[in-house]
């Protein structure tokens, strides 16, 4: 196959990369509709409407929640039963990831001002948290991982991982990266039911504070709407990889990110931004020659064709302005000197400095969570992080002297607002 061939000196190259990057919204009002008669059900009628639900979608009948529910000697027997690669694999990428994560630990501010007054903030973690870990055509224990983990360093008091197991099947890995991490509770159920039964609780299932993790397009739709009952980390999308590369860079480890990407699913985005022709053409030349040994063939082979591109750029401060428009989850810098173009990208979920670091990498074991923002979201979001199970309250102490200070004011604005109550409330308390 050859790769859609885009030029930044086209006229309409604007509006080419528009189309290329825009989100389809006609599929989510439908999906929208039937989530919303998932989350009613649930609501409604709790533990039956799962078994019903878990039934129909995941083909798998039981008679109650406690055969969903998978206890923690199971989750040791699953740890157990992996072999000693594995568990040694998933073992460093725990370790990596909680390291990374406990460094961003925020301790609390507390100031005195001219006055005396005394402000700052307290941190304290979420009392209990949602994870959503996908199922069905893959396993994915380093979701496990890149979520739970941040949430144990935030201090999160209880964690409830949910997971589809289509037919019954319980994936061992995933499994066992919860035993790892430890989850406290776990549920073999997916999909918006899922999500309904972590926002609003079910006889089985404990209401969380908070729903993380990524999932298909019934997950993202289900997050939309119950968002405000409880809080989410982001409404992800088909993963994205940016690629930004000069004449150093091997045409093969190029062809091999695309495709790492574009395996996930057919609408994945895989883009590579140059200023070398010749290296375009090297790339397209490997992705011909090195696709049809891919396993996942025709999924990589329908993202590359739908949503992927390789676009020409005049130059590398034009490739920064380029990946900034778009935001994407990845930035690949495979370039000579990547530490000279890391300022001028300030929008991308994950930066990845020279040929060394695959976003591949990223993904498993390198450290910071895979739970990044998609669709163009990194403009205004981040990735997924141990401030994401923490929140903070404001602290505020006045002194004698800072009320002599700041009550005419704070009199003044109440009156000007026409509410008497406040002024009279901040009066009061000169007047002892």
Not at 86 to 112: G, M, N, S, V
Not at 256 to 283: G, T, Y
């Given at each position: 196959?050859?790769?859609?061939?885009?030029?930044?000196?086209?006229?309409?190259?604007?509006?080419?990369?528009?189309?290329?990057?825009?989100?389809?919204?006609?599929?989510?009002?439908?999906?929208?509709?039937?989530?919303?008669?998932?989350?009613?059900?649930?609501?409604?009628?709790?533990?039956?409407?799962?078994?019903?639900?878990?039934?129909?979608?995941?083909?798998?009948?039981?008679?109650?929640?406690?055969?969903?529910?998978?206890?923690?000697?199971?989750?040791?027997?699953?740890?157990?039963?992996?072999?000693?690669?594995?568990?040694?694999?998933?073992?460093?990428?725990?370790?990596?990831?909680?390291?990374?994560?406990?460094?961003?630990?925020?301790?609390?501010?507390?100031?005195?001002d001219e006055f005396?007054?005394?402000?700052?903030?307290?941190?304290?973690?979420?009392?209990?948290?949602?994870?959503?870990?996908?199922?069905?055509?893959?396993?994915?224990?380093?979701?496990?991982?890149?979520?739970?983990?941040?949430?144990?360093?935030?201090?999160?008091?209880?964690?409830?991982?949910?997971?589809?197991?289509?037919?019954?099947?319980?994936?061992?890995?995933?499994?066992?990266?919860?035993?790892?991490?430890?989850?406290?509770?776990?549920?073999?159920?997916?999909?918006?039911?899922?999500?309904?039964?972590?926002?609003?609780?079910?006889?089985?299932?404990?209401?969380?504070?908070?729903?993380?993790?990524?999932?298909?397009?019934?997950?993202?739709?289900?997050?939309?709407?119950?968002?405000?009952?409880?809080?989410?980390?982001?409404?992800?999308?088909?993963?994205?990889?940016?690629?930004?590369?000069?004449?150093?860079?091997?045409?093969?480890?190029?062809?091999?990110?695309?495709?790492?990407?574009?395996?996930?699913?057919?609408?994945?985005?895989?883009?590579?931004?140059?200023?070398?022709?010749?290296?375009?053409?090297?790339?397209?030349?490997?992705?011909?020659?090195?696709?049809?040994?891919?396993?996942?063939?025709?999924?990589?082979?329908?993202?590359?064709?739908?949503?992927?591109?390789?676009?020409?750029?005049?130059?590398?401060?034009?490739?920064?302005?380029?990946?900034?428009?778009?935001?994407?989850?990845?930035?690949?810098?495979?370039?000579?000197?990547?530490?000279?173009?890391?300022?001028?990208?300030?929008?991308?979920g994950a930066i990845?400095?020279?040929?060394?670091?695959?976003?591949?990498?990223?993904?498993?074991?390198?450290?910071?969570?895979?739970?990044?923002p998609t669709y163009?979201?990194?403009?205004?979001?981040?990735?997924?992080?141990?401030?994401?199970?923490?929140?903070?309250?404001?602290?505020?102490?006045?002194?004698?002297?800072?009320?002599?200070?700041?009550?005419?004011?704070?009199?003044?604005?109440?009156?000007?607002?026409?509410?008497?109550?406040?002024?009279?409330?901040?009066?009061?308390?000169?007047?002892?």
């Amino acid at each position: 196959m050859s790769m859609r061939r885009l030029d930044s000196s086209s006229a309409d190259f604007g509006a080419a990369l528009d189309r290329l990057t825009s989100i389809d919204e006609r599929e989510d009002v439908s999906v929208g509709e039937t989530v919303g008669t998932i989350i009613r059900d649930v609501r409604e009628r709790g533990d039956l409407a799962l078994l019903e639900l878990t039934g129909r979608f995941d083909r798998y009948q039981v008679d109650s929640m406690q055969s969903l529910e998978i206890t923690q000697l199971e989750l040791r027997s699953a740890w157990d039963q992996l072999s000693e690669d594995q568990r040694q694999a998933l073992k460093l990428a725990h370790d990596r990831i909680e390291q990374y994560h406990q460094y961003q630990t925020t301790p609390d501010l507390l100031y005195a001002d001219e006055f005396g007054n005394r402000l700052g903030q307290r941190w304290t973690a979420l009392d209990r948290v949602g994870v959503y870990v996908p199922g069905g055509r893959a396993a994915y224990p380093s979701s496990v991982l890149m979520t739970v983990v941040p949430a144990r360093c935030a201090g999160v008091g209880e964690i409830v991982l949910v997971v589809p197991s289509p037919d019954g099947v319980r994936n061992p890995l995933v499994l066992g990266a919860a035993y790892l991490a430890r989850v406290d509770r776990l549920f073999t159920v997916g999909g918006a039911q899922a999500i309904a039964a972590l926002a609003y609780g079910t006889q089985s299932i404990p209401r969380v504070d908070k729903i993380v993790g990524p999932g298909n397009a019934w997950v993202a739709a289900a997050k939309r709407q119950v968002f405000g009952r409880v809080g989410i980390d982001s409404i992800a999308g088909p993963s994205e990889i940016l690629v930004i590369a000069d004449d150093s860079a091997d045409p093969e480890w190029i062809a091999m990110d695309l495709f790492s990407q574009a395996e996930h699913d057919v609408e994945a985005q895989s883009l590579l931004i140059s200023a070398d022709q010749a290296l375009l053409d090297a790339v397209d030349a490997a992705i011909t020659r090195m696709l049809p040994a891919r396993t996942r063939v025709e999924i990589i082979t329908s993202s590359l064709q739908g949503r992927g591109a390789f676009i020409r750029v005049r130059d590398l401060e034009e490739a920064a302005e380029i990946s900034n428009r778009i935001a994407p989850e990845h930035v690949q810098l495979m370039i000579r000197d990547p530490e000279s173009l890391l300022p001028l990208i300030r929008h991308a979920g994950a930066i990845f400095l020279g040929a060394n670091a695959g976003e591949v990498l990223g993904d498993y074991i390198a450290g910071p969570s895979h739970v990044l923002p998609t669709y163009g979201t990194a403009r205004f979001s981040s990735p997924l992080s141990v401030y994401d199970f923490r929140k903070r309250s404001s602290i505020i102490e006045l002194s004698t002297r800072g009320l002599a200070a700041l009550v005419p004011a704070a009199v003044k604005i109440a009156k000007a607002e026409g509410l008497e109550a406040h002024a009279e409330a901040a009066a009061s308390r000169l007047r002892g």
